[in-house]
C-alpha cells in the first residue's frame, strides 16, 4: 500500500520567516499525527486530528505553530515565525481502527532555521 | 509524570551476540508499550508490541510491570539489526498514535 507522503523532504529558511509542511496520509485513515523530533530525542506529539477535528494539540506552540486538516484528509503544519529551536525533524504519521491503530509515519521533513 | 528513558545512546556488539536494548517507563496507569525501529534511509516502523506478544525479526519484548521495564531482546545480532530503536508508551485510552517516546538507541552490529 501506499505510505504516508510528506513535502519537501528539506527545508532551509531564516529565523522569523515562515514555512509549511504538507501531509498526504494513507488512503482511508482517519487519524492524522504531526510530530517534532529534535536531533538526539524521540519523536513529540504536536497535534492529533480524527478526521478534520482536533483531538489532542495540547504540545503545540500555538503562538506559532499552526495545522489544519480540511476534508479530513491532507494536513498542512505550519510555522510562523521559525525560531531557531524549530529546526528538527517533523514527522507525520496515520493510523486507522481497520488497522489496528498502527501509526504509520512518513519519511519527514527536516527543517532548518538559520 | 509520563516518561520514557532509554539509558543507553548507543550499544555496539558483534554478529552473533546476544542484544539487550533497555526502557523503562514511568506511567501511573496501564500503559501499552511498544518497540519502533528506523533503519538508515527509512521511515519509523512500528517492531513489536507489549500486547501482540510476538517475536518480530528475532525480536522479543517482555513488559515488566514492578520494573516499569520493556527490554528489547535478541539471542544473536545480525549486521541487518543495525538501526535506531525508539521504545515508546501510549497513555490507557489514547490512540494508538498518541506516543510518547524515549530518545532511542542507536545498535551498531559489527562484523
Known amino acids: 500500500e501506499a505510505g504516508v507522503a510528506q513535502s519537501p523532504r528539506y527545508k532551509i529558511i531564516e529565523k522569523r520567516q515562515s514555512v509549511a509542511f504538507w501531509c498526504n496520509p494513507i488512503?482511508?485513515?482517519?487519524?492524522l499525527y504531526w510530530y517534532q523530533q529534535i536531533l538526539g530525542q524521540g519523536p513529540k506529539l504536536l497535534i492529533q486530528f480524527q478526521n478534520n477535528g482536533v483531538v489532542d494539540d495540547s504540545q503545540l506552540p500555538k503562538d506559532r505553530f499552526s495545522a489544519e486538516r480540511l476534508k479530513g484528509v491532507d494536513s498542512t503544519l505550519k510555522i510562523q515565525p521559525a525560531k531557531l529551536e524549530d529546526s528538527a525533524v517533523y514527522l507525520c504519521?496515520?493510523?486507522?481502527?481497520?488497522?489496528?491503530?498502527?501509526?504509520?509515519f512518513g519519511q519527514g521533513t527536516r527543517l532548518t532555521v538559520v | 509524570a509520563q516518561r520514557v528513558t532509554q539509558p543507553e545512546k548507543l550499544l555496539s556488539v558483534f554478529k552473533g551476540a546476544p542484544v539487550e536494548l533497555k526502557c523503562n517507563y514511568s506511567?501511573?496507569?496501564?500503559?501499552?508499550l511498544f518497540w519502533y525501529v528506523q533503519y538508515s534511509r527509512q521511515r519509523l516502523q512500528l517492531l513489536l508490541r507489549h500486547i501482540s506478544r510476538e517475536s518480530i525479526k528475532g525480536f522479543t519484548a517482555d513488559l515488566n510491570k514492578g520494573e516499569t521495564s520493556f527490554h528489547l531482546k535478541k539471542p544473536f545480532a545480525q549486521e541487518e539489526d543495525s538501526a535506531m530503536y525508539y521504545c515508546a508508551l501510549r497513555p490507557y485510552g489514547g490512540s494508538q498514535g498518541n506516543l510518547i517516546f524515549g530518545k532511542g538507541t542507536k545498535l551498531s552490529v559489527k562484523p
Open positions: 488512503s482511508g485513515h482517519a487519524t
Open positions: 506511567y501511573s496507569g496501564s500503559p501499552e
Open positions: 504519521a496515520s493510523s486507522s481502527w481497520e488497522g489496528g491503530y498502527e501509526a504509520f
